[in-house]
């Protein structure tokens, strides 16, 4: 059982060796100045250099963490300080505290609870604290060089906060109900994996709410931007709350439209930074776009989803006991909340290893959302025009290295613009030629760096 994944490792490792080599020699397509000027493909280029190598350095410090506190013991001796600092914690005398910690104590199974949590948090929050440089770097830090983030360091570490905040409940949760239930009973992945999966398939309902923590929503109010989405919605026969914006302006120049939400709490959401840069009809198909993505939402691949946790949880008992029971990583077993690396390394290797497949599923899904979307409204031009302002906004990735085989999400934005041309070649219309200056971004929208290129253009 640990053999294999060591052996699914090793070609993980062959295959991000292969990416990063094939981000060294990559030679941009000369198709994408029909689109793009020189001096933005230059900006893109400079800009994401250093990104296609973070997320292999990501992966590569993540594993050597989890081998760190496995193979040198850390999560014991983590544990035990843990346990230490939970006596010292505990409540004196009667008091709502006491009578939580003894009804916490009778589900786990006794008094061991209280340190058992404090290793989970603890846990989290280390790996959380050594993320954080990199993270104000790359995800703060370089937006903010580059114009495309207007935010605060304090505003983003609040973020950050919040976000840590979330999971830290999630996986606190979590890991007290396997650990608990592992306890007690050997057949603990059943007993915790079908509420999980019940859970699961009325997540979705939630997104608005988990939105809201981080950004300001309002309805969209009448006019021709409102007119044009509302028009679409009636065309693909979709349910939906209503409109909302959202207000990110104040944090970055990116933009996006998606739809959040699920059954009564469905959304169309349009981030303000969207309705300054684009025109109304290219807002329209941006959210045809999403709306083809609503059409692979089916209730049967959420079902899907929520049936293949039960068996994930039982692979995880079967890891983490055949792990236990080598005596070298500081567990002895499913029961032992000292698992809990353990537990991420395996969560990382269902989650990571495939990403090979799940990247390509991705970008089908894109190509099929594009299809709808131009079969929908029938505006090529509006559409490749959206595209390229999309892709110059938020300064994306134009045509990265082995998009096809490894963890690209997205086809080339190459590739999917001249499939909007070819789609009005079979309709028998002939879009006006490409050229860069056909795809003018409104001076609110871009960078400072690019506002002051607009004003000395021509």
């Not at 981000?23 to 941009?28: D, S």
């Not at 997540?203 to 608005?208: E, K, R, S, V």
């Not at 008992?317 to 698992?339: I, K, Q």
């Amino acid at each position: 059982m640990v053999v294999i994944p060591l052996a699914l490792l090793a070609l993980w490792g062959l295959a991000q060796l292969i990416l990063v080599a094939s981000a060294l020699v990559a030679v941009p397509d000369p198709r994408l100045g029909r689109y793009f000027s020189p001096e933005i493909l230059a900006r893109h280029a400079e800009y994401l250099r250093p990104y296609r190598y973070k997320y292999w350095f990501d992966q590569l410090t993540g594993l050597l963490v989890v081998g760190i506190f496995l193979i040198g013991g850390l999560n014991a001796r983590l544990h035990r300080s843990c346990e230490r600092l939970s006596a010292r914690l505990a409540p004196a005398g009667p008091g709502m505290r006491q009578r939580l910690g003894a009804v916490l104590a009778r589900l786990w199974g006794d008094h061991s609870w209280s340190g058992a949590t404090l290793f989970v948090a603890a846990y989290l929050a280390i790996n959380r604290l050594l993320n954080i440089p990199e993270d104000v770097y790359f995800s703060w830090h370089r937006d903010r060089q580059q114009g495309i983030s207007v935010e605060s360091l304090p505003h983003f570490l609040g973020d950050e906060g919040k976000s840590f905040a979330i999971s830290l409940l999630i996986w606190t949760c979590l890991a007290f109900g396997l650990y608990g239930l592992a306890r007690r009973l050997p057949r603990w992945w059943l007993w915790l994996g079908l509420p999980c999966a019940l859970g699961l398939l009325g997540a979705g309902m939630l997104d608005p709410l988990r939105v809201s923590v981080y950004h300001d929503m309002e309805k969209l109010p009448d006019g021709p931007v409102r007119q044009k989405v509302t028009e679409v919605l009636a065309k693909a026969h979709v349910e939906y709350e209503d409109v909302y914006v959202l207000k990110v302006n104040d944090v970055t120049r990116r933009v996006n439209a998606e739809i959040i939400g699920q059954g009564p709490t469905r959304r169309i959401l349009l981030w303000d930074t969207f309705l300054t840069a684009m025109e109304p009809e290219e807002i329209a198909n941006g959210v045809a776009h999403e709306l083809g993505h609503l059409r692979d939402r089916s209730p049967g691949r959420l079902v899907l989803a929520a049936v293949l946790f039960l068996p994930a949880l039982w692979l995880l008992s079967r890891f983490l006991r055949a792990m236990g029971r080598t005596g070298r990583f500081g567990f002895d077993g499913d029961h032992d909340v000292r698992s809990l690396p353990a537990v991420f390394l395996f969560w990382w290797m269902f989650v990571t290893l495939p990403d090979p497949v799940a990247s390509w599923r991705a970008r089908a899904e894109e190509t099929r959302a594009d299809d709808y979307a131009l079969e929908l409204l029938d505006q090529p031009a509006a559409f490749r025009s959206m595209m390229v302002k999309l892709g110059r906004v938020n300064l994306a990735d134009l045509d990265p290295p082995l998009w096809r085989f490894l963890g690209h999400s997205h086809p080339r934005i190459l590739d999917r613009l001249e499939r909007a041309e070819e789609f009005a070649r079979q309709k028998g219309r002939l879009l006006p030629e490409a050229r860069p200056e056909l795809f003018a971004v409104p001076e609110l929208a871009l960078p400072p760096q690019e506002k002051k290129n607009a004003r000395a253009g021509p």
